[in-house]
């Protein structure tokens, strides 16, 4: 499953490729499934109540098979499956939003669904995010690059990887400790031990 945010202008800066706005030719974002076995794409949806899909980024699927999906960023669900983590790009924010049932918020208060967990300081942007089997947060940091783990009490420190622009982290291997983290601006996928494992996903193909 992915998410088809449409594409981006690049730019060359130095030698790093930066993602700009949307191309000249942008037709809407989608959420696609792919075939592994043969390849095919299929578009599964490209709008909401009539709401064309713009820039989707993230997805995740809870143990029922719900599919959550963003266009801020990264979005994890917490072991539990009570709360659902999102990543808030230019403010370097980490929004929790509690759940009632699967899909249903719980307000944070009357003025917002959701709660701020942490919030970096100086300029740093957030990407896409794992989640750890004890329900941190991994995520991918921009600008000050390499890996945040937040915590879901607001505490966080940071693993420092050689590229500005950090856009993902996924966990795998048989204890769940392999960290694989996208290096993008100098196209690198990087793999290395993780100091707790990842959360194993609902479904893995």
């Known amino acids: 499953w992915v998410c088809n945010n449409g594409g981006f202008l690049y730019t060359d800066m130095d030698g790093l490729l930066i993602p700009g706005n949307c191309p000249d030719d942008y037709d809407g974002g989608r959420i696609e499934r792919i075939n592994l076995s043969t390849g095919k794409v299929e578009r599964v949806l490209d709008t909401v109540e009539g709401h064309p899909l713009k820039g989707p980024n993230d997805l995740v699927f809870d143990k029922a098979g719900n599919l959550y999906f963003t266009s801020p960023n990264g979005v994890g669900l917490s072991p539990d499956e009570q709360t659902v983590y999102m990543a808030d790009t ?18 944070a208060s009357p003025f917002n669904g959701g709660r701020v967990v942490a919030t970096m300081p ?8 794992a989640m750890t ?3 941190n947060v991994c995520v991918a940091t921009i600008l000050n690059g390499g890996i945040t783990t937040i915590t879901p009490g607001g505490d966080f420190h940071h693993t420092a990887f050689p590229d500005l622009i950090v856009t993902n982290i996924a966990f795998g291997g048989d204890d769940m400790q392999d960290a694989y983290v996208t290096l993008s601006s ?13 959360l194993k996903l609902n479904f893995n193909a």
């Open 186 to 198: 100098t196209g690198q996928l990087a793999k290395c031990r993780w100091p707790e494992p990842g």
């Open 122 to 129: 100086g300029l740093q942007y957030f990407d896409s995010l």
């Open 90 to 107: 230019m403010t370097g924010r980490m929004w929790a939003f509690d759940l009632e049932s699967p899909g249903v918020i719980k307000p």
């Open 133 to 135: 089997a004890a329900g």
